[in-house]
């Protein structure tokens, strides 16, 4: 009963704040329907196209959501308790992230759909432009390496639903547990390659004009039901095959290497995917992804209603623990939850160029950002939900989500073994819109860097993005006790300052632009102190962590150097922004009215 008290109420809190602070938000960012769109004014049918609001919604929430909402939710709750996570999902997602996304759509809409990057340039300078997309480059690749290495690991191994216990290795598996309670990883690994399938041919039907958008959804949704199923039948069991090649390695070791071949894989396929038409992928994965998302946000909240499940997991577990002081870094630890700059990209990159009235950008920039703290609160009742001394708290986010999940829809009369299949599924349908965006996004900064746009400037752009990853995923990496550990868990906290660092830097745009263009003091509570709220918490984990990798001397670890780097590019692009909010100058004459700038 408690733990369903506080998924309702939370949902009550958001709704209200949706129809209270989201509707002051479109007052004071003067949302006009009046005003024609660049995906109307400017429409190609490439990436101009005007879209109606729920496809939209659909979309640009699959493309922001990803592992972040599961994953970070998760480790926070773990390591500081539920309810400092909970509150900061709340009281973020409301006042800072909700205000990040929208505040970023409005700003490219109003800017010829341009990316944040284009408003920093246009407001304060054009060294913050490149100072920016330097940082935003940087940031995308940690994005990469994180996302594609918790994906990689979660094709190798297997759970044992009776025990909660995870396995590295299949081999392990089926030697401690019965095969009946197992969920093979190889399984996940099949499912999601059949997933990859689907869409394309849904995207070649559709642009065939052979069926619509919306009737190919409605077939090819349980298509990929099928594709879940079946895939616990042909388990791709990498590690097991990497024992055929290499009999010499223990199991542990062929799971290393097994992980290793799957990131690969993964970068091989970023770069395909982010120079292939988006008619072909990235739209038709978009639209099922939506419904994905709908449908495990769905499924845990009918658990959670139905099931009665007791919370067991302590509320506050100190402010100082083994993962550091709770903050910064519960701020961020749960980045896509709450905040999260990697959003900006999406609605100033592809959302903006579709939004067909600007009404459309209260449920789609605001809206989704408060849709994705419900999908984070979920995640975090999975946590709540683990008796003290369950095998699962030493699991990985995405086991722990997934058997919450799993027992959610029990109470449904759905098989566990099932939910549990397609909740890895439907985490790992997340990770992939994240992926291909972040290279495609990646090539667009460094043709813009250098200038170079042609063919072999996309490839080079395409390579050098999904390649640097390939760096990392390769790196034995060791936690500061000398002890192995993946790859994705020494990233998440790089990924989340940097992340959380790149929200603060897009609320100084914005904070610049809305200052220089209304002079209005609200502009320094709405936007400029949830940037300052962000970059101080943000700089704070970055030199935290740096002094934590130097804190046995000079390292050669490129991790360590690379967060120097976005940390002095931060400062360089502060000291811009601030010489901007000063200046005395007048802003261009054409965003003194909002949308005029469109017409020039």
Known sequence: ??????????????????????????????????????????????????????????????AIAAAGPIVGPILAGLTFGWLPALLWILIGSILVGGVHDLSALVASIRHRASSIAEVVRVHISGR?????????????????????????????????????????????????????????SGGIATSSLLYLVLPMIMGLLVRAGKITMERATWIFLPLVAVAIWIGQYIPLNVDEIVRIWRPNLTPQEAA????RVWDIFLLAYCALASVAPMWLLLQPRGQLGGYFLYAALGAGALGIILGGQPIQQPAFNGWSTSRGTLAPFLFITIACGACSGFHSLIASGTTSKQ?????????????????????????????????????????????????????????????????????L??????????????????????????????????????????????????????????????????????????????????????????WRTRKAMWVLFVTGLPAVFMYVMSSWALV?????????????????????????????????????????????????????????
């Not at 007052?27 to 879209?51: E, H, S, W």
């Not at 934590?548 to 692009?573: C, K, R, S, Y």
């Open 256 to 259: 290393v290497w097994a992980v």
């Open 355 to 423: 939004l067909r009235t600007e009404s459309d950008a209260r449920p789609i920039g605001y809206g989704a950002m408060l849709l994705e703290a419900m999908v984070a609160i979920v995640s975090l009742c999975c946590v709540m939900m683990l008796p003290k001394g369950s095998g699962l708290l030493k699991a990985d986010p995405n086991f722990i989500y997934a058997n919450g999940i799993g027992t959610f829809l029990e109470t449904i009369h759905i098989s566990r073994h099932l939910g549990v299949a397609f909740a």
């Open 128 to 184: 913050a432009y490149l100072l920016f997309l330097s940082f935003v480059w940087l940031a995308l690749v940690y994005i990469v390496v994180a996302f594609t290495d918790v994906t990689a690991s979660m094709f190798v191994g297997a759970i044992d639903l009776e025990s909660g216990k995870t396995f590295r290795s299949v081999t392990d598996a089926k030697a401690e547990s019965a095969a009946e309670n197992l969920v093979l």
């Open 425 to 514: 599924m439907a985490f790992n349908t997340f990770v992939y819109d994240t992926l291909d965006v972040c290279t495609r996004l990646g090539r667009f900064i460094l043709q813009e860097l250098t200038g170079w746009r042609t063919g072999p400037g996309r490839w080079f752009g395409t390579l050098l993005t999904a390649g640097v990853p390939v760096f990392f995923v390769m790196q034995q990496m060791k936690d500061s006790s000398g002890n192995a550990v993946p790859v994705w868990k020494v990233f998440w906290s790089l990924f989340g300052a940097s992340n959380q660092l790149l929200a603060a830097l897009t609320l100084l745009g914005v904070t610049v632009w809305l």
């Open 1 to 62: 009963m408690e733990m369903l008290a506080i998924v309702v109420v939370s949902a009550v809190i958001l709704t209200i704040a949706y129809f209270t602070y989201g509707r002051l938000l479109s007052r004071l960012f003067q949302l006009n329907d009046r005003l024609p769109t660049p995906a109307v004014t400017m429409r190609d049918d490439v990436d101009y196209v005007p879209c109606h609001a729920a496809p939209l919604l659909s979309q640009h929430f699959s």
């Open 544 to 600: 935290s962590i740096v002094q934590g990798q130097f804190a046995n001397g000079v390292t050669g670890d490129p991790v360590a150097w690379i967060a120097i780097v976005l940390i002095v590019l931060a400062a360089l692009m502060l000291l811009e922004g601030i010489a901007a909010l000063l200046r005395q100058d007048d802003p261009p004459a054409s965003d003194l009215v909002p949308g005029l700038i469109r017409q020039t």
